[in-house]
T-cell receptor, first 112, second 118 residues
């Protein structure tokens, strides 16, 4: 079963603009992760934020987490054509090596 | 460092035929996962191994799906017999349980096997 729901399902923006994707989930989590998937490189881990963190940065990525609303957002600044991909949020309820529960993803298209 | 290797990359079979997928995880990763990804959806966990032990197979349809991880390294996922609804991408992932902080939570995915059942 899917835990998260990404919003929007699809997003098309111009190169250089910022892209924001949202994720909502249903149950308590240990951490939330964002992955990118494209046909060239498969599913790649982008960033992880723990339940006791509110914001995290990695390069052009900024992730926020609001556990009271059970939601997260991923911001990609200064988008590039290479950012075109599907983005998934994934949650882990317990610690350790439990499997991830993925959302349905947001398909991002960067127009040159 | 080599990533997670899966084979075959593509497989087309007729319904009721058997099919098997192979996965070689990143060297030293003791945790291995199999996920299924339907078109337009996110991956869904089928089974998780810690070394050679299946510790979470609650989502594996056991009537037709089976998996093994002999010697705690490579793994094989089998479907017998395949049904039309099994068409999907089957992803293998691995992670390390060594105490490296957040790195233990990162799963590394293979390219997947795209299965088409006719």
């Amino acid at each position: 079963s899917q835990q998260g729901e990404e919003d929007p399902q699809a997003l098309s923006i111009q190169e250089g603009e910022n892209a924001t994707m949202n994720c909502s989930y249903k149950t308590s989590i240990n951490n939330l992760q964002w992955y990118r998937q494209n046909s060239g490189r498969g599913l790649v881990h982008l960033i992880l934020i723990r339940s006791n963190e509110r914001e995290k940065h990695s390069g052009r990525l900024r992730v926020t987490l609001d556990t009271s609303k059970k939601s997260s957002s991923l911001l990609i600044t200064a988008s590039r054509a290479a950012d075109t991909a599907s983005y998934f949020c994934a949650t882990r309820s317990g610690g350790g090596a439990d499997g991830l529960t993925f959302g349905k993803g947001t398909h991002l298209i960067i127009q040159p | 460092e080599a990533g997670v290797v899966q084979s075959p990359r593509y497989k087309i079979i007729e319904k009721k035929q058997p099919v098997a997928f192979w996965c070689n995880p990143i060297s030293g990763h003791n945790t291995l996962y199999w996920y299924r990804q339907n078109l337009g959806q996110g991956p869904e966990l089928l089974i998780r191994y810690e070394n050679e032990e299946a510790v979470d197979d609650s989502q594996l349809p056991k009537d037709r799906f089976s998996a093994e991880r002999l010697k705690g390294v490579d793994s094989t996922l089998k479907i017998q017999p395949a049904e039309l609804g099994d068409s999907a991408v089957y992803l293998c992932a691995s992670s390390s349980s060594r105490p490296q902080g957040w790195l233990t939570d990162t799963q590394y995915f293979g390219p997947g096997t795209r299965l088409t059942v006719l």
